[in-house]
């Protein structure tokens, strides 16, 4: 199994809704991260977990909570998020840092 | 420090003919070396990757790479261009020590296809 699986694959939410994007990988990785992508551009990283500890966390706004339940999943909360948060978020999972596996992403639009 | 510049925002090339998208990069350390390619609305797919092996790295559809230390480039060829490569390609440089890599993109490059 070589797959970074996230769901869902689109999600439309309101400016006060709360919902969680998901992702799991079962390839044994150390390594787990967020990735926020616009439209036209490379993706930006939001967050790094090693080991299931926070590592990196580039000064994302608070409405966005990562979480890592186990070395397999990882989970990103969203609330009261902004029309401008509308994207396309990634997941990747690495077994030393350095090759990253990506899935294949949630669009997620805010109204 | 760490840097990848990709030199072409985009690229197109006629069906069945070669393909050369351009990756330079800087580091202060032995960096890796990746190219992905994104299709719409896509993730991210590993193409290659180079490691401090082989300076000729051999990937995916038929594309290559070759690590130029002294020039200190990354090109991606194909010599036939099909109309599925029509994507987004990111050139990606990780380097680090210890415990820590930074992962650096490039800013893209479109790849049109025309038949």
């Known amino acids: 199994d070589t797959e970074v699986t996230q769901t869902p694959k689109h999600l439309v939410m309101g400016m006060t809704n709360k919902k969680s994007l998901k992702c799991e990988q079962h390839?044994?990785?150390?390594?787990m991260y967020w990735y926020k992508q616009k439209a036209k551009k490379p993706p930006e990283l939001m967050f790094v977990?090693?080991?299931?500890?926070?590592?990196i966390n580039e000064s994302v706004p608070s409405r966005f909570s990562p979480e890592c339940p186990n070395s397999s999943l990882l989970n990103l909360h969203l609330h009261a998020l902004q029309p401008e948060d509308s994207a396309l978020y990634l997941c990747?999972?690495?077994?030393?840092?350095?090759?990253?596996?990506f899935g294949s992403g949630t669009q997620l639009s805010v109204l | 420090a760490q840097s990848v510049t990709q030199l072409d925002s985009h690229v197109s090339v006629s069906e069945g003919t070669p393909v050369l998208l351009r990756c330079n990069y800087s580091?202060?350390?032995?960096?890796?070396l990746f190219w992905y390619v994104q299709h719409p609305n896509k993730g991210l797919q590993l193409l290659l990757k180079?490691?401090?092996?082989?300076?000729l790295v051999k990937g995916i559809n038929g594309f290559e790479a070759e690590f130029k230390k002294s020039e200190t480039s990354f090109h991606l060829t194909k010599p036939s261009a099909h109309m599925s490569d029509a994507a987004e390609y990111f050139c990606?440089?990780?380097?680090?020590?210890?415990?820590?890599?930074?992962?650096?993109f490039g800013t893209g490059t479109k790849l049109q296809v025309i038949p």
């Open positions: 990747a999972s690495s077994r030393d840092l350095t090759l990253l596996f």
């Open positions: 390839m044994g990785h150390r390594a």
């Open positions: 977990y090693s080991y299931e500890k926070l590592s």
């Open positions: 580091s202060s350390y032995s960096p890796s």
């Open positions: 180079y490691t401090s092996a082989a300076t």
């Open positions: 990606v440089v990780s380097g680090g020590f210890g415990g820590y890599q930074k992962v650096t």
